[in-house]
């Protein structure tokens, strides 16, 4: 009876083992199963009818009228993640109809992409683009010239890695490319490269300080080039648990060639930068004010930017708002007594949609523009109301645009959330 009861327990003792054994091997199968979905294309797609009045149309200097647009667009994003990155691509077509003008009519493009991943346990890297084919007034770009209406062509790349030295300790790397180009030749194509470096020491749990500097290059179709150099310090300030401000400012040098060889032109002497940004459960706020070079006003040269844009966005999944407002200056620099043109812009634009079913929710859109400076004779004003439906598929929550409460590429343009 004791050999039985033993020969019993070795055989329990076996199947527990083998047992064991087979949920050892299963786990990590099952394990990379469940980690084959992780990347399975997240796909989202909306359509989006309008109906527009818009004064000034041309946006030409001293004229106003009213036109009606109606307008098809779509929104075609794609996300994929797995464990160490995530890509996102987002195509957006745009039908636009002028029964008025033929002139008006146009089919505008426009299109974005991220990669966002770790190529090690302390290294980030981060590649940003977006591109656009357009004539219209879309949101707010200090860069922009608002009048006369002019298609443009632009496309942006940036790129940033981030080497976390130690716990207090990052260095950051940057680079990027832009090409501005506008087709009907009423303004100056333009090419700008750019790269820089910083480095930030966190000094407390709520303060950081930093140190850095770049280089950027500009050349122009009417063969005009310009190059600058900046150097900054600044800091980053964590205000409360959702609140913070960012600040920094240096020194700015700007050269030009006008085929003449390189010659320097009137020293801004300072850049700054500051941002405060407030981010709740559903709402974001953001001020940004800045002062530095500009290259893409088509005026053919470098110009000293100043900008303030302010943001706010809300939403649920019923309701969603998103609304920019800003002043942007872009003075030009000329190697006589009399300085370059100057141009000034005032524009706002929001955007607000409301669900009435899971897939459906209706579009409201306000736009408005203000221009001076000595490239306008008279005071132009363009003013843009839009009426519409949005259908969206898989009744996901209510999101107005793929960017539109991510407000944290509003210092290079806010052009896509309106």
């Not at 001293?62 to 647009?69: D, I, V």
């Not at 750019?194 to 303060?207: F, N, P, Q, W």
């Not at 959702?242 to 920094?248: A, H, I, L, N, Q």
Request: with cysteine; hydrophobic share 35%.
């Amino acid at each position: 009876m004791f050999r039985s009861q033993s020969r019993r327990h070795v055989g329990m003792c076996a199947r527990v083992a083998a047992l064991s054994l087979a949920l050892g091997v299963a786990t990590p199968l099952l394990g990379q199963q469940s980690d084959s979905t992780a990347g399975r294309p997240d796909f989202t797609p909306s359509i989006t009818f309008l109906g527009s009045l818009e004064t000034n149309p041309e946006r030409l200097p001293g004229e106003t009228g009213r036109t009606k647009f109606f307008s098809a667009s779509g929104e075609l994003p794609f996300r994929v993640d797995s464990p160490r990155w995530t890509f996102t691509l987002t195509y957006r077509p745009e039908y636009q109809y002028n029964q008025d003008d033929d002139a008006l009519t146009s089919f505008d493009h426009s299109g974005s992409f991220a990669l966002r991943g770790k190529l090690s346990p302390r290294t980030d890297v981060e590649i940003e683009g977006d591109a656009y084919a357009s004539n219209e007034l879309r949101g707010l770009d200090a860069n922009d010239i608002v009048v006369p209406r002019s298609r443009r062509v632009r496309g942006t790349v940036d790129g940033e890695l981030r080497q976390r030295l130690s716990t207090r300790d990052t260095l950051r790397f940057r680079g990027g490319y832009e090409r501005l180009s506008f087709p009907d030749g009423d303004f100056i194509d333009s090419d700008t490269g750019y790269a820089g470096a910083s480095y930030s020491h966190a000094v407390s749990a709520r303060t950081s300080l930093s140190l850095g500097g770049n280089v950027r290059l500009a050349t122009f179709d009417s063969g005009t080039r310009s190059r600058s150099m900046t150097t900054t310090v600044g800091g980053l300030f964590q205000l409360a648990e959702r609140t913070d401000f960012e600040v920094s400012g240096g020194a700015l040098w700007i050269q030009q060639d006008a085929g003449e060889g390189w010659l320097g032109v009137e020293q801004p002497g300072f850049t700054v930068r500051g941002r405060l940004r407030h981010r709740l459960e559903r709402v974001s706020l953001q001020l940004l004010g800045e002062r530095d070079l500009g290259t893409s006003s088509g005026l053919g040269q470098a110009t000293l930017r100043d900008r303030i844009v302010g943001s706010v966005g809300w939403s649920d999944n019923r309701w969603g708002l998103v609304g920019l407002g800003g002043y942007s200056r872009n003075r030009g620099f000329s190697s006589g007594a009399v300085d370059g043109p100057t141009i000034q812009t005032l524009s706002a634009c929001g955007r607000t949609a409301v669900r009435v079913s899971r897939a459906v929710a209706v579009v409201g859109v306000l736009a408005y523009a203000h221009q001076l400076g000595e490239i306008v004779q008279d005071t132009t004003d363009t003013f843009r109301v839009s009426l519409g439906v949005r259908l969206q598929a898989n009744g996901l929550p209510l999101a107005l645009a793929s960017s539109t409460n991510d407000f944290s590429r509003i210092g290079r343009s806010a052009r896509a959330s309106c």
